[in-house]
């Protein structure tokens, strides 16, 4: 497919192509049987067609169509209320680990053995894999524009999930990594584990207690109620609390955020983003100030401002905002929860969808949760809920982990302790 060909249509002032083009295997386990197999090749070209400022877009997954889709995006663009210039870059920095050339060189059977193992740990230990499995992905992105862009990127992505039930009781846990990273059976025997210390039963009463919250935890409570208020389109609507708090004290001043798209090994790191602008490192929050928001350059350029590299898209959609690997400055206390005298221990709440996000207010179940005692873990509280805001708890923080990790989304952070609202049963 020769993409340049789209160039030469006529009737556009810029012109930008965005193919993408991704092969994934993926093995899902139910009720510790191996239910699906899948294999999917999903190839497709996006183009974005700029007419006297205004935006124009079409895709097409058929590679004949090039031609034609070329020219609807150019006849769309009249009625776009839309403008943006695109852009020529010369520097870019490139993250280490994005590709291993192991991942698509993993035959079937590997991945069918890896699946058994954690389906025969399971039965030994007299449980059940109920939703579990592991997958793998190699994609490609190639970027032009008519102002000289022309981009190329490969990566490969291998993803596990465990949920076990044990004696009735459900826990689960997952790992994502860019590199070959088979640990379907140690994070299976990581949630055996945490199902075992839930099945002990207690009750807690209602008041304020440290919550350790683990980066499990953090990538649900964070995705939903706080990365938006840092997307310069919800700031530019009026949605975002932090629309005029540059360089005020919102945060605790243990709280330093950066939005590290070039971070090696990083799930969201990459050369370039969706609009062709270098990836970067942005400092969102230092020492609890607000520092800078994200920006594609459809928002830069409503502001006059330079865009951060944030573009997130696919080949069937147009940029948007969206945060690439929001990193958590670690703190220096290596096991917090051995600090902790009474609190809680969350991996997981349960509707973290329902935070609001313009506001930041929770009221969260407490879905995998272990109450704490002197340092160690004693049992699961029945019937626990946690409310409060976002906001709030990064503003009284009481320490952070030293140990950070980036599980499976965004969020690179380690745990963090705030005093919490819980309610107890």
Do not use: C
């Amino acid at each position: 497919m020769n993409l340049k060909k789209a160039f030469e249509v006529k009737g556009y002032n810029q012109l930008e192509i965005y193919h993408g083009k991704s092969k994934s295997r993926n093995i899902i386990i139910k009720n510790n049987k191996i239910k699906n197999f899948e294999s999917n090749l999903l190839v497709g070209t996006g183009i974005r067609a700029i007419v006297k400022g205004k935006i124009g877009f079409a895709y097409t997954t058929n590679s004949k169509k090039l031609i034609e889709t070329v020219k609807k995006a150019i006849k769309l663009a009249k009625y776009s209320n839309q403008k943006v210039k695109l852009k020529s870059y010369s520097k870019y920095s490139k993250p280490k680990g994005l590709f291993d050339k192991k991942i698509p060189e993993i035959n079937n059977k590997e991945l069918i053995d890896s699946a058994e193992k954690a389906i025969s740990f399971a039965k030994k230990n007299k449980a059940i894999l109920t939703q579990s499995g592991l997958g793998l992905s190699e994609s490609s992105i190639t970027y032009l524009n008519s102002e000289g862009l022309d981009l190329h990127e490969k990566t490969t992505y291998f993803s596990n999930s465990s949920s076990v039930n044990y004696k009735g009781v459900e826990a689960d846990w997952e790992k994502s990594s860019r590199n070959y990273d088979d640990v379907l059976l140690s994070i299976t025997k990581k949630a055996m584990n945490i199902a075992k210390q839930m099945s002990k039963k207690g009750k807690i009463k209602t008041d304020k207690y440290d919550v350790v919250f683990h980066p499990l935890a953090l990538q649900q409570i964070l995705k939903n109620g706080l990365y938006t208020a840092f997307n310069s389109d919800f700031i530019q609507k009026g949605k975002s609390m932090l629309a005029d708090k540059i360089g005020k004290k919102i945060f605790d001043e243990k709280l330093t955020i950066i939005d590290n798209g070039i971070l090696d090994k990083g799930l969201n790191s990459g050369v370039f983003d969706g609009d062709g602008v270098p990836m970067q490192k942005t400092t969102l929050v230092k020492n609890g100030v607000v520092k800078g928001f994200l920006y594609d350059l459809l928002r830069a350029q409503k502001e006059n401002k330079k865009s951060t590299g944030n573009a997130m898209r696919g080949y069937i959609s147009l940029p948007s905002v969206y945060v690439s690997n929001f990193q958590i400055k670690p703190g220096k206390v290596k096991d917090v929860v051995s600090e902790i005298d009474k609190g809680l221990l969350l991996y997981s709440p349960l509707n973290a969808h329902s935070i609001n996000p313009i506001t930041g207010n929770f009221s969260l179940g407490a879905m995998m949760a272990l109450w704490i005692e002197k340092g160690e873990v004693k049992f699961a509280p029945k019937n626990v809920m946690l409310s409060g805001n976002v906001f709030d708890l990064l503003n009284n923080i009481n320490m952070i982990g030293s140990n950070s990790m980036q599980i499976s989304e965004s969020l690179a952070s380690p745990s963090i302790v705030a005093k919490t609202q819980v309610i107890g049963d």
